[in-house]
T-cell receptor, first 116, second 115 residues
Framework: GESVGLHLPTLSVQEGDNSIINCAYSNSASDYFIWYKQESGKGPQFIIDIRSNMDKRQGQRVTVLLNKTVKHLSLQIAATQPGDSAVYFCAETLSPSNSGYSTLTFGKGTMLLVSP | GAVVSQHPSWVICKSGTSVKIECRSLDFQATTMFWYRQFPKQSLMLMATSNEGSKATYEQGVEKDKFLINHASLTLSTLTVTSAHPEDSSFYIC???????????FGPGTRLTVT
């Protein structure tokens, strides 16, 4: 089940289940979105990205869904494994121009706990 | 490819001292580097953005005289926490990107503890 702690929501699942992690983003003008996985004491690790001209993108065991109407992103992990246990962050940005850059805005994060 | 390293991985310093954290892009040239701070069980908060050879752009609420950023080359940016206090204890993470590519490549982070 899902619980909301003081700062970090937690999703607890059993190994083999499918996991769905949700994220509400803030800027309706954002056109590029990324999901990151962060293990304890490490930096964020890129999982999958999606641009605003798409509503779904699939990777290996992961799928990202984008609903621009309600400014919502989700990350689906199929056949969740104990090694998937980590904190997952969504991030949004505006695609930078060739000469410029845009900064990433991170969501609050969700801790995924996978029990064997 | 696209590896970013940070040094040190962890550091303990006494209150009032300064500490420098290095961020290096190992196999690419980073035109822009970003510094984030992360407190326990919280998200990453952008502190500043630095472009090689120019002054860093700091986010609102981040003291530029306390967090000195130098981006002297296309592969190295440094963050110096001056006159550190216990409330500066945090996980500091850098990232780097190349012009024209959206993705940022993140370093492994540096755990700073100020006693």
């Amino acid at each position: 089940g899902e619980s909301v702690g003081l700062h970090l929501p937690t999703l607890s699942v059993q190994e083999g289940d499918n996991s769905i992690i949700n994220c509400a983003y803030s800027n309706s003008a954002s056109d590029y979105f990324i999901w990151y996985k962060q293990e304890s004491g490490k930096g964020p690790q890129f999982i999958i990205d999606i641009r605003s001209n798409m509503d779904k993108r699939q990777g290996q065991r992961v799928t990202v869904l984008l609903n621009k109407t309600v400014k919502h992103l989700s990350l689906q992990i199929a056949a969740t494994q104990p090694g998937d246990s980590a904190v997952y962050f969504c991030a949004e940005t505006l695609s930078p121009s060739n000469s410029g850059y845009s900064t990433l805005t991170f969501g609050k994060g969700t801790m995924l706990l996978v029990s064997p | 490819g696209a590896v970013v390293s940070q040094h040190p991985s962890w550091v303990i310093c006494k209150s009032g001292t300064s500490v420098k954290i290095e961020c290096r892009s190992l196999d690419f040239q980073a035109t822009t580097m970003f510094w984030y701070r992360q407190f326990p069980k919280q998200s990453l908060m952008l502190m500043a953005t630095s472009n090689e050879g120019s002054k860093a752009t700091y986010e609102q609420g981040v003291e530029k005289d306390k967090f000195l950023i130098n981006h002297a080359s296309l592969t190295l940016s440094t963050l110096t926490v001056t006159s550190a206090h216990p409330e500066d204890s945090s996980f500091y993470i850098c990232s780097a990107r190349v012009v024209g590519i959206d993705e940022q490549y993140f370093g492994p982070g540096t755990r700073l503890t100020v006693t």
